[in-house]
């Protein structure tokens, strides 16, 4: 599907009918990564409508040449709420760069949003950061992929198995030619929000925060900080997964998600 925003094509795909969830997927893939990380959590939960755009310069949404940072991003994707969801409560789900931005919008329209989950999020600060290393190997990459995407996965997965394989040939690897690294470029100038939380107050509603151990890419202790912002936090560091959490910890990620979206129709009815 595809909604206009302020002129710019924001393709989106949609699963479900009920609680609108919207999912913000990270920097350098497509819709695709969230789709599989997180439809199987949703196959015997009726009841919701899982939104899933690609962000500018991924996947099928162009970036304009006028964008510079991550407000005009911000920007569009509130476009896109008012689009597809309009003033109905809906709850999101951000990874990485995604997860920064579902924190801006929690912060900007706190009553409407009904349910706050980060998975590895990009914050303002990163601290203690570990080197990347591969704890768990069962697979051979050059013997399993493309050169064109050993690199990618070796860098990305520190767990890499044949079942690892095979969700990033299905879920990342599609993505990466389509990635407009020039656009990208432009819009990482700018990278944080001029103001993360706007003027709401701190957002109260069921928090999940999710990150990997050994995430050499934004680390797991900086976003601890995060506890404090979100009183109604529940925040997990899992071992044996990187910053490809979704994919390397399937079984927690799953009951986590299902855990919070509980906490999430509790609140609602309260």
Known sequence: MEAEIGGIPVHFVEHGDGLPVLVLHGSGVDHR???????????????????????????????????????????????????VVGDQRFAIVGHSFGGYLA???????????????????????????????????????????????QAQFRDYFVVQTPATVERFREYVAPALPLVDQDGLGRMFDQWRLSDPSGDAPPYTGPTLILTGRQDSTVGYAGAWELVERYPRATYAVLDRAGHALPH????????????????????RAA
């Open 248 to 267: 390397e910890q399937t079984g927690l990620l799953t009951a986590l998600i299902a855990e919070w979206l509980d906490r999430v129709g509790e609140h």
């Open 33 to 83: 990564e969230m789709v599989g990380a997180l439809e199987p959590v949703f196959r015997d939960r009726p009841g919701y409508r899982r939104v899933y755009p690609d962000l500018p310069g991924m996947g099928r949404t162009p970036v304009p040449d006028w964008f510079r940072g991550s407000d005009d991003v911000l920007d569009l994707v509130l476009g896109l709420i008012d689009a």
């Open 103 to 149: 924190g801006g919008i929690a912060g900007r329209r706190p009553a409407q949003v009904a349910g706050l989950a980060l998975i590895c999020p990009i914050g303002e600060e990163s601290r203690d950061v570990p080197p990347h290393a591969v704890l768990h190997a069962l697979v051979d990459v050059a013997d399993a992929l493309d050169p064109a995407e």
